[in-house]
DNA sequence: TTGTACGCGTTATCAA
DNA sequence: TTGATAACGCGTACAA
């Protein structure tokens, strides 16, 4: 692990310029240059990021925090995130809370220890860790779902209005006995999927409601699904939240024999790459997941660049995608 | 942002008790200990980890270097990982090297400055920046794909071997012309997957081989089954070595009405969420790969308390998951 | 244009 | 048990 004082040696200079050769800040003699270049090259030289961060004060280093790595909801996201910071010398570390809010604190934690550059997270609940990231001046930028208290720089998704239109779409396919298949309470996509599945059940007259939460997981779904079909008088519709819940659902209407868009019609929330593959084709609200990333982290490094600006809240649009899945057949 | 010493101003005490006390090390008077937790706590303190890595030499982070952040293989290969890493009070960093040799260079550069403690990583080709990592003594794990030249722990799958029952087995439920969509020459897991099913074509007299190579991604996969499906002699089956394939594989068969396990048979690699949800489910490989990330996880570990221990090459074994897309129907 | 010397925030050594 | 102090490796005033 040599230094910068053993290629500095061997060069025959100071530190001072191999640093300065090293990084091309000021003017150097170009036969001190490459005399350096070439000592450094032998010696394998790598500068000591810990000793030049810690010398700057400052790292380029972006935290990306996700709620779930196997979700590619995130991981396109995490794609758009990467590919901006790329291009503007940034690093991406990826960080999975697991919609857990003691890991998201710890790596919240880890950030703020890293001194990394800013974050960008998808809150797990009223995340509690989040204030000592404002605390220490630490560029924030909320990604999927809103930041409590305003101030903060935000993407998200019009997702209760989404949520609202793809009920309005299974009303105007001839579905009256809609249920929504969502996530815990306190996760701010759930709740709002559901307060649009409401939304357009109250507009339409239609009750009851037939709702169930549970974990933004396959298991969740396939639980949330029975529990429904279970009951009294059970859905002839289904909106399902999130891509990871729509897997246990499916799994448990194909249980049921029951087949999407002749016994049953659903829609589901991300448009995944398998969604077309399905038999039938899954009805989807796709939101844009690659561009929230990506412009999430135009923001944060605009933050970055400048503290004083005003705080930003971008809101997209998602779009649903009609397939097979919230077709009637019919009667 | 204040430092250690502002702690240790505001208790009363130096810096050095500060340091001992926070990190529990050396014995210190209980009384003292309490004061510089309340100091600290009041003052918003956050340990400058880059001043504290400095200092000792070591990083209680690993780097995670994977090809593809969207392939649920890798992402779960990352569950792996972290999971083991965490509670050995590791972080672990995400980067996706994209299956580009330049990104992964320049993440190893990255993971080599920051001084990580350990790499995982899945090399994209022949890998030079490897040799730097070795160099400087900085543990290696390689995951999925072997690295060229022996002495580094490795975490494998004998893929080889797994390709060439999966085509047994297609060759066992009647097919013969039987084809490969695999990727691109050079990446390992593509070439050893090619090598089996020829192997069995081999081992059962059958020709001609009906192979294709593109990108391990859907529109690799599309292209290399739209060209094989143009061909004279066109395949009555396919395996496929990549999920990502498969998808354009799956959407290229519908194109042309090719039902699978009636008109054509298919296997692929990796067990998706989605596979057994398709019409008809499919048959795959799959592959333990949450595990693989454990293991090489254990491994870099054991490497980073040990690095004079022997290297160690660990083979898992792959699964072939009969379902519906590999049946023949009776003629 | 180059070199000397200090400080970034910690931890570890050594005395007290 | 505690405190003063020297590193860790780098960048950058300041002086030459």
Redesign the pocket.
């Known amino acids: 692990?040599?230094?910068?004082?053993?290629?500095?040696r061997k060069a025959?200079?100071?530190?001072?310029?191999?640093?300065?050769?090293?990084?091309g800040?000021?003017?150097?003699?170009p036969?001190?240059?490459s005399r350096v270049r070439i000592a450094a090259e032998e010696l394998g030289?790598?500068?000591?990021a810990?000793?030049?961060n810690?010398?700057?004060?400052e790292t380029a280093v972006l935290a990306l925090i996700i709620s779930d790595v196997e979700n590619p909801f995130f991981t396109s996201i995490a794609r758009g995130v990467e590919d901006v910071a790329q291009t503007a010398g940034y690093s991406v570390v990826l960080c999975n809370s697991d919609e857990n809010a003691d890991k998201e604190r710890r790596y919240i934690d880890v950030a703020l220890q890293e001194r990394v550059a800013g974050v960008i997270l998808s809150p797990t609940g009223l995340s509690s860790g989040i204030e000592r990231l404002r605390q220490r001046g630490t560029p924030v930028v909320a990604v999927d779902r809103p930041l409590a208290g305003h101030g903060t720089d935000q993407v998200l998704v019009d997702t209760r209005l989404a949520a609202r239109e793809a009920t309005e779409h299974l009303i105007a396919a001839g579905y009256r006995r809609i249920g929504c298949v969502t996530g815990p309470s306190g996760i701010r996509t759930a709740d709002d999927r559901l307060a649009g599945y409401r939304d357009a059940l109250s507009a339409a007259g239609l009750a009851p409601r037939r709702e169930r939460r549970a974990a933004y997981r396959a298991a969740g779904g396939r639980e949330a699904a029975r529990k429904l079909l279970d009951a009294p008088h059970p859905p002839d519709a289904l909106l399902v939240a999130n891509s990871a819940m729509a897997i246990g659902v499916l799994e448990e209407l194909a249980a049921a024999k029951l087949r999407p868009g002749r016994d049953v019609g659903v829609v589901a929330f991300d448009d995944v790459p398998w969604a077309s593959l399905i038999d039938p084709p899954q009805t989807v609200v796709a939101q844009p997941a690659y561009e929230i990333g990506a412009e999430a982290a135009r923001l944060l490094l605009a933050r970055i660049a400048d503290p004083a600006r005003p705080p930003e809240a971008r809101t997209l649009a998602a779009r649903l995608v009609e397939r097979g899945s919230s077709r009637r057949a019919p009667v």
Chains 1, 2 share one sequence.
């Open positions: 692990m040599p230094t910068i004082s053993d290629v500095a025959g200079v100071s530190t001072a310029t191999v640093s300065r050769a090293l990084n800040k000021s003017s150097v003699d036969v001190l240059v030289y790598h500068p000591n810990l000793a030049r810690l010398r700057r004060q």
